[in-house]
């Protein structure tokens, strides 16, 4: 039933859900532990194939909840 709620959300919904985490600098800043990821922000890869690679968010896939990093091209 969980899925089906994620998949079958309404697009404001979805755009919550893709979020990151902040750093500790902002955090402290801020207050906030996360934030919703806006075009244009600076962002690092912590994790996987291209972790340490720091870019501008080019583009937001609400849909795939997944987003496109500036210098970083995916192989299919």
Known sequence: MRNQQNYQAVQQIR???????????????????SIRIVTGDTVKVVRGEYKGIEGKVTKIIIDKSSIAVEGIKKEN
Do not use: D, E, I, P
């Open 15 to 33: 755009s919550k859900r893709v979020g990151t985490n902040m750093s500790k600098q902002l955090r402290q800043k801020y207050t906030h532990r």
